[in-house]
């Protein structure tokens, strides 16, 4: 009686476990079909456990994502692994797909046949949100005409993007680690120590007009834009730098200059 009594209430407590666990859990059998969900996985999928049971996971799965997922589902039946992580796509009840990470293993009976798959599911469309907008920024970033440039609090220079190069004639591996102050001609050295300390404030510097050298010796009309880049908490780790070159507008200013003398 005590044993069975352990074993009722270690049942229970595994009911508990998945019934209110924040991590989303489905049980299938050998052919992935669902045999139970816990509350966590419906509401990622906007079915009731119901639903789901007259569903496999491979039907709930986003068509780009089938392939890979199902080569991780038969590597499991064929125990060339223990088990499986992979990132895809499941596509929810309303037709929305929802990006997850699952975790899953397999249940084998006594003579190694495969009875049950175990998902441990997790939603990561907040990260995935992220890394897009990250990624979008980043194209922009780098097929911008203007020269974006970041650097630390020491004005080491941290990147470098295309229209940069373009501007000043240097690679990012020419100048990334480097000293901002390689492209400040030295009569205008002093600049860069009163941006730094503006920076440092938590202040912009918006629309400075100033001279900058290029690889090939040559002088460039600038207007700079910089702004603190800030870390996690709030604290400011660098600053970034939007170079625009106004050469032929101050060429144009100084011609109307002249015509008007």
Same mark, same amino acid.
């Given at each position: 009686k005590n044993i069975e009594a352990a074993l009722r209430e270690s049942e229970e407590?595994?009911?508990?476990i998945f019934e209110h666990a924040a991590t989303a859990i489905a049980i299938g059998d050998s052919s992935a079909r669902f045999l139970t969900c816990n509350p966590a996985f419906c509401a990622l999928l906007g079915y009731t456990e119901e639903e789901l049971r007259?569903?496999?996971?491979?039907e709930l799965l986003h068509p780009d994502d089938f392939a890979q997922n199902m080569a991780g589902v038969r590597s499991l039946q064929e125990q060339k692994l223990p088990f499986f992580e992979i990132e895809n796509r499941y596509v929810r009840k309303d037709g929305q797909p929802v990006w997850v990470r699952k975790f899953i293993s397999v249940l084998r009976d006594a003579a190694g046949a $495969?009875?049950?798959?175990? &998902?441990?599911?997790?939603d990561i469309r907040a990260r995935k949100r992220d890394e897009e907008a990250h990624a979008k920024l980043a194209a922009i970033v780098e097929t911008s005409d203007d020269a974006i440039i970041s650097k630390d609090l020491n004005g080491v220079i941290t990147s470098w993007n295309k229209g940069a190069e373009r501007l000043f004639g240097y690679t990012a591996e020419e100048t990334i680690g480097r000293p901002i102050t390689m492209l400040i001609p030295a009569e205008r050295l002093d600049e860069e120590p009163g941006i730094l300390d503006r920076i440092r404030r938590g202040e912009s510097v918006d629309h400075f007009e100033t001279v900058r050298r290029r690889k090939d010796?040559?002088?460039?009309?600038?207007?700079?834009?910089?702004? $603190?880049?800030?870390?996690? &908490?709030?604290g400011i780790i660098g600053a970034s730098k939007i170079g625009r070159d106004i050469t032929q507008r101050k060429r144009a200013e100084q011609a109307l200059r002249a015509s008007e003398e």
């Open positions: 407590n595994f009911r508990r007259s569903k496999s996971a491979a $495969p009875t049950n798959f175990v &998902a441990l599911v997790t010796g040559k002088l460039v009309d600038i207007s700079l834009t910089i702004s $603190p880049i800030t870390d996690g &908490a709030g």
